[in-house]
Structure formats: structure tokens, C-alpha cells
């Protein structure tokens, strides 16, 4: 384990951007999201790094899923027609300051664009992107990731880098290969930790990734997530959808905000010979959704929709990849929807069907 002291975070940063677009946690007008490190260098911005924080409105999956991008170009040629993939110029991205959550959820998105076919955008932004996850040792009253067997206070593996944030400095370990290159590249940044300091850490984050139990007084955590699946029929013939579109307002911002939604479209723009092809994020709350091109659609009512979106999370997705639930509890469809429909509603209700 190695020390930086919090007064010297800011020169760190400033010398791994030589190699990195850093993106962190920054608070600005009482909101916290994920923002460019050289903005914050920029003092008309208004800027501050957030470092307490454990949930930024929006996720980081759009550091690896851009919200819209253009990535191939198509001219025609007389009867010929050319395409072109768009490189991606830049530095690797370095993700600092990410919770546990939002590091599973890269797993999640993993399983959907990494495996066969393999989906290139995706990969090739994956394999140029660091991850430094903040290991939280406390939950917020909209956390519920250990429901889904996510442990808050992170593990040896998984993200490159890790830290613990406490008194003045950020306490460092690695958890790749590449981590371990960046402690010891810029090992002049970095001091050595007193064994009885590391062993305080290791010891509260173990208590802690144990604390919050199935059992527990936290009502986000008394409804089984494997609920939609074990009861799959009754769940989904009950009136709860009903219920719920009854409130919801189509508006998407559930899936936008949820760091493992991941559907998209793609549409083609064209002038004269030549033009590009764009994919952008999608919603499957959206009308048009799954509106084909003869005009049928097969989920045209909004209970559909959002039966839809809850029974992909908790029960397809977990059939499609080794019983992997879609779903980390990071509580943004909490603090976000503006009716007030989550997850741990939809279980709740659920729970409500199967005890009827
Ligand atoms: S955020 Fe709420 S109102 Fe908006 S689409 Fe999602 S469930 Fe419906
Ligand atoms: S469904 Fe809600 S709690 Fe689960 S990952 Fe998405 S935003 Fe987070």
C-alpha cells in the first residue's frame, strides 16, 4: 500500500496527463459528475474535485459507450460504395475516483459488447481505459450494491488501481499490471504506509463489504433480486405494470442515468455522395422502441415497456449470461426518476404478488 498526500493529488494528475485524459468526480452548483481533469484547472469554471461523493448523477459508462458518436464514414463512387472506420485519436482514458458499483457494471456492459460478435467501438475504447476506484467504507441511504453480491469497499482485482480516502491522504493499492506501472512510474508522488495504518483499512473495508446482509434494517435490501426470476409468470402477468405505467412518464432518464442500460440505435446521414453513420444511446421506455418499419409494434403500451426493462435487468439477462443480473445497486434510478419508480419498488411489489 502507498500514501498520496491529498495536497499533492493535483501535481500527480497534472503528470500522469501527459499520458492520460483523466475524467473524476467534480462538484459543481451542489451536483457531482464526471468531468475532463484540465476543466478543473480552469478557475472561471467554477470546478472543485469531489472526493466524497460516492454517487455521481451520471455513470461513467459513457467514458466506454459514448451517449452519440459517428464512427463510420461512406462515400460512393459511381457504383461503388466505400466505408471507413473512424479512428480513435487521443489518449487512453484514466477514470479516477469510480465506485465499486459502477466498476461492475463494466463487467456487465462487457458481457454485452465483448463477447461474439465482438462490438469494435467498444473494445477498442475498453482496452485504452484505466480505472482507479474509491473504496467506500460507508454506504449512502440510496446504496444497495451488496444485494447484488457487489462488495463497496472493492476487491484486489478487477479495477488498475485503488484507494482508500482517509485523513489527508489517498492510501493506494494495484489490482493490475498496469496499476502497479503507474505506482511505480511515478513513485516520486508516493510515500510508504505504516503496517498498523493498512491493517486499520483492510480490516474496516473487510467488516464493512460483509456489513449490509439480506438481513440487515436497510428496506432496499429486503426483497431477493432472483424474486423475477423465480417467478416469472405470475410477475409478469400481474397487474404491477399497469400500476407503474400508470406514473411513468416515457422520459428515459432511468436508462440514461443506469450505469448497466446499454441498448442503442444507429442511423445513417447523407448528403449528395457521401456521408456517416452514427449510433447513439436508446431507451427501451421510448414509444418507438420497437416500432418496426411496416409500423407494427410490439410493446405499444408503456406497461410493456417497462415490464420490459425491469424483466431484461432480472430475468433475460440472467438467462442469456450465467444467471448475471443486469442490475448493481447503485441507487441512481432512486434519486433520479421523477415519479418515483425504482427498482426496489418493482421487487417490493413483486414480493407483494407472490405473498397475495
Ligand atoms: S425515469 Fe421514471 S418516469 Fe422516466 S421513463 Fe424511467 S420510470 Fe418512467
Ligand atoms: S437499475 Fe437502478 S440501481 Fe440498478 S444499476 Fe440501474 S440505476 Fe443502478
Given amino acids: 500500500m502507498l500514501k498520496l498526500d491529498k495536497n499533492k493529488l493535483q501535481d500527480f494528475l497534472k503528470a500522469i496527463e501527459e499520458e492520460y485524459q483523466i475524467q473524476l468526480p467534480?462538484?459543481?452548483?451542489?451536483?457531482?459528475?464526471?468531468?475532463?481533469?484540465?476543466?478543473t484547472l480552469k478557475p472561471n469554471k467554477g470546478l472543485e474535485i469531489d472526493l466524497n461523493t460516492r454517487l455521481s448523477v451520471k455513470s461513467p459508462k459513457s467514458y466506454l459507450f459514448p451517449r452519440s458518436e459517428s464512427y463510420l464514414e461512406f462515400k460512393k463512387d459511381n457504383e461503388r460504395l466505400?466505408?471507413?472506420?473512424?479512428?480513435?485519436?487521443?489518449?487512453?482514458?484514466?477514470?479516477?475516483?469510480?465506485?465499486?458499483?459502477?466498476?461492475?457494471?463494466?463487467?456487465?456492459l462487457d458481457k454485452v459488447f465483448l463477447q461474439e460478435p465482438v462490438d469494435q467501438l467498444y473494445k477498442r475504447r475498453r482496452n485504452s481505459t484505466i480505472t482507479v476506484v474509491a473504496r467506500c467504507l460507508e454506504?449512502?441511504?440510496?446504496?444497495?450494491?451488496?444485494?447484488?453480491?457487489?462488495?463497496?469497499?472493492?476487491?484486489?482485482?478487477?479495477?488498475?488501481?485503488?484507494?482508500?480516502?482517509?485523513?489527508?491522504?489517498?492510501?493506494?493499492?494495484?489490482?493490475?499490471?498496469?496499476?502497479?506501472?503507474?505506482?511505480?512510474?511515478?513513485?516520486?508522488?508516493?510515500k510508504s504506509v505504516e503496517p498498523e495504518i493498512e491493517k486499520k483499512l483492510n480490516q474496516e473495508a473487510n467488516q464493512f463489504n460483509g456489513k449490509i446482509t439480506a438481513?440487515?434494517?436497510?428496506?432496499?435490501?429486503?426483497?431477493?433480486?432472483?424474486?423475477?426470476?423465480?417467478?416469472?409468470?405470475?410477475?409478469?402477468?400481474?397487474?404491477?405494470?399497469?400500476?407503474?405505467?400508470?406514473r411513468c412518464l416515457e422520459c428515459g432518464i432511468c436508462t440514461y442515468l443506469c450505469p448497466t442500460c446499454h441498448?442503442?440505435?444507429?442511423?445513417?446521414?447523407?448528403?449528395?455522395?457521401?456521408?456517416?453513420?452514427?449510433?447513439?444511446?436508446?431507451?427501451?421506455?421510448?414509444?418507438?422502441?420497437?416500432?418496426?418499419?411496416?409500423?407494427?409494434?410490439?410493446?405499444?403500451?408503456?406497461y410493456q415497456r417497462l415490464r420490459q426493462r425491469f424483466f431484461h435487468k432480472l430475468v433475460y439477462f440472467p438467462e442469456e449470461q450465467?444467471?448475471?443480473?443486469?442490475?448493481?445497486?447503485?441507487?441512481?434510478?432512486?434519486?433520479?426518476?421523477?415519479?418515483?419508480?425504482?427498482?426496489?419498488?418493482?421487487?417490493?411489489?413483486?414480493?407483494?404478488?407472490?405473498?397475495?
Fill in 139 to 190: 454506504q449512502s441511504e440510496t446504496c444497495f450494491c451488496q444485494l447484488f453480491e457487489i462488495e463497496p469497499a472493492g476487491s484486489e482485482t478487477g479495477a488498475d488501481l485503488y484507494y482508500y480516502n482517509y485523513n489527508d491522504g489517498l492510501y493506494f493499492t494495484a489490482g493490475s499490471d498496469q496499476g502497479e506501472l503507474i505506482l511505480s512510474d511515478y513513485s516520486q508522488y508516493f
Fill in 82 to 108: 466505400d466505408f471507413k472506420l473512424k479512428e480513435l485519436t487521443g489518449k487512453a482514458n484514466l477514470i479516477f475516483g469510480i465506485r465499486n458499483c459502477d466498476q461492475e457494471s463494466f463487467k456487465i
Fill in 26 to 39: 467534480v462538484k459543481k452548483a451542489d451536483q457531482t459528475d464526471f468531468c475532463n481533469f484540465e476543466d
Fill in 263 to 302: 441498448c442503442y440505435d444507429i442511423q445513417d446521414y447523407s448528403a449528395d455522395q457521401s456521408g456517416e453513420r452514427y449510433r447513439c444511446w436508446d431507451s427501451c421506455l421510448f414509444s418507438n422502441f420497437t416500432e418496426m418499419a411496416h409500423g407494427d409494434n410490439p410493446r405499444e403500451e408503456t
Fill in 322 to 356: 450465467e444467471e448475471s443480473l443486469a442490475c448493481v445497486g447503485c441507487g441512481r434510478c432512486l434519486g433520479s426518476c421523477p415519479v418515483n419508480i425504482d427498482i426496489t419498488e418493482v421487487l417490493a411489489l413483486a414480493g407483494g404478488v407472490i405473498n397475495d
Fill in 215 to 246: 438481513d440487515s434494517d436497510n428496506p432496499l435490501m429486503q426483497n431477493k433480486p432472483e424474486l423475477l426470476y423465480d417467478n416469472k409468470e405470475a410477475i409478469f402477468n400481474s397487474d404491477i405494470w399497469q400500476e407503474l405505467a400508470n
